[in-house]
């Protein structure tokens, strides 16, 4: 079983939106499709406190994967390793605010039980994915994400580029890659397009295997497929 994390300190970059979608698409491959009431071997998993409310979590009974809510069960958490008939995790994380960020003594993922939320999924996970958008602002948190948080732990991970909006040009999309590139993190091919209906969907509830079958729609969830694709067969490493 893998335990995927999203992970970036960074707010409304898309981390709930990847992690729910990527479970929707891999139990759309993977789900039993001759019995409707087997198990799904897909979880999404949320530590955002503050997720619980918006989350997809009015959808626990009718979503095709498990959706759970687990920021105040560390010991859980802990375990999730030991989930049997879970073949893939994906887990949901908030953003957080480095106060700390000139100390290096301090714990970069900062106090309280949502940071122990945080350390105790980051200890079981085995590859973490961070999202980033094409604009500036989100550079230094996620630099911050890696440097502080990803690279003192040895764990893998690939950055992604989200929320791109092909309507805007290539430069900001061009500067965002060099960033990456410069730094010598590894980035996902895939970039993930900014569609209204990611947006839509999110307020809704719903997940992109759910989307009408028009083109438009189509080719939003095809960033997903893709990304999905290429997280497993090591795509950009
Ligand atoms: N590729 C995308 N296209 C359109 N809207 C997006 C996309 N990714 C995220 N969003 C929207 O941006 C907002 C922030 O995304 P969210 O997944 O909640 O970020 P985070 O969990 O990192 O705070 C949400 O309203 C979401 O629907
Ligand atoms: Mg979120």
């Known amino acids: 079983m893998a335990v995927h994390v999203v992970l970036n300190q960074k707010g ?4 709930s939106t990847i992690a729910v979608n990527l479970a929707a698409v891999t139990a759309d491959v993977l789900n039993h499709t001759d019995d409707p ?3 799904s071997p897909v979880a999404a998993v949320s530590v955002d406190p503050q997720g619980s409310a918006v989350w997809w979590a009015s959808r626990i009974d009718d979503l095709p994967f498990h959706i759970v809510q687990a920021h105040d069960d560390i010991a859980g958490l802990r375990r999730l ?3 049997s008939d879970i073949k893939h995790v994906y887990v949901d994380t908030p953003g957080w605010i480095d106060l700390n960020s000139e100390d290096e003594t301090s714990d970069p993922l900062g106090r309280g039980p949502a940071a122990d939320a945080l350390r105790a999924v980051l200890d079981v996970a085995d590859f973490v994915i961070v999202p980033m958008e094409t604009e500036p602002l989100c550079f230094q948190p ?7 948080v990803l690279e003192p732990r040895g764990i893998p991970y690939l950055v992604v580029i989200n929320n791109w ?3 805007d040009g290539r430069t ?4 965002t890659k060099a960033f990456v590139r410069a730094n010598r993190w590894p980035l996902a091919h895939t970039v993930i397009r900014h569609y209204k209906v ?9 997940v992109v295997t759910e989307y009408a079958a028009n083109r438009v729609s189509l080719q939003a969830r095809q960033d997903f497929d893709k990304f999905a694709l290429e997280l497993n067969i090591g795509g950009g490493r």
């Open 81 to 83: 390793k030991d989930l």
């Open 37 to 39: 009431d087997a198990n």
């Open 12 to 15: 409304g970059v898309g981390k």
């Open 198 to 206: 990611h947006t839509r969907a999110s307020a809704e509830g719903t």
């Open 165 to 167: 909006d092909p309507r």
């Open 142 to 148: 996620t630099a911050r994400t890696i440097r502080k």
């Open 172 to 175: 900001d999309l061009d500067e």
